[in-house]
């Protein structure tokens, strides 16, 4: 069965330090995409990125950047110099089929 | 252009008896999903629509929820004889719907807070 572990259930950092947030899945396709999404305390989920298992290059968007590794199976989220802003939970999630399978998401707390 | 809308934001109902949410996708998305996220959880998939017809409805969790999408485009999720426990937040999504698969990014609404007394 598909799985995404997101082991850190909680992250506080002060701002302006780097943070990285966790994400290992599981699955027995070979074509397969890996999301992240932001869910501040407004609630609604905000896309960040989409990265299919073929692509096993780091991506960089601004202070954001994302670091797969197929051989750990692992997908992980990092930013750099926080801003109180960035504070919110972090989902991972793999695609199965129609649906999407979800971490239990890390919540990161940016103090001034 | 506009994003996912739900209606209504909140949804206070009392055990038994019967809700209606409602989903408005992005224009142009023939996609449609909906999820149920629990309090320090990720959502939860329920069903897939691919234009009219529901894909997959295997996340819904009972014959108690039915979903429809006669237009292809709104959705309303209904919930019969709620009980204390389908209490959640309701998730719509909505993608192009290109491939017919989840590869397609799913974008998000604001969900619908469902407290059932």
């Known amino acids: 069965a598909q799985k995404v572990t997101q082991a850190q259930t909680e992250i506080s950092v002060v701002e302006k330090e780097d943070v990285t947030l966790d994400c290992v899945y599981e699955t027995r396709d070979t074509t397969y995409y890996l999301f992240w999404y932001k869910q501040p305390p407004s609630g609604e989920l905000v896309f960040l990125i989409r990265r299919n298992s073929f692509d096993e290059q780091n991506e960089i968007s601004g202070r954001y950047s994302w670091n797969f590794q197929k051989s750990t199976s692992s997908f992980n989220f990092t930013i750099t110099a926080s801003q109180v802003v960035d504070s919110a939970v972090y989902f991972c999630a793999l695609s199965e089929r129609y649906q999407l399978i979800w971490g239990a998401g890390t919540k990161l707390i940016i103090k001034p | 252009g506009a994003g996912v809308s739900q209606t209504p934001s909140n949804k206070v109902t009392e055990k038994g008896k019967y809700v209606e949410l409602r989903c408005d996708p992005i224009s142009g998305h023939t996609a449609l999903y909906w999820y149920r996220q629990s309090l320090g959880q990720g959502p939860e998939f329920l069903i897939y629509?691919?234009?009219?017809?529901?894909?997959?409805d295997s996340g819904l969790p009972n014959d108690r929820f039915f979903a429809v999408r006669p237009e292809g485009s709104v959705s309303t999720l209904k919930i019969q004889r709620t009980e204390r426990g389908d209490s959640a937040v309701y998730l719509c999504a909505s993608s192009l719907g290109r491939t017919g698969k989840s590869t397609d990014t799913q974008y998000f609404g604001p969900g619908t807070r469902l407290t059932v007394l």
């Open positions: 629509f691919q234009g009219t017809g529901a894909a997959d």
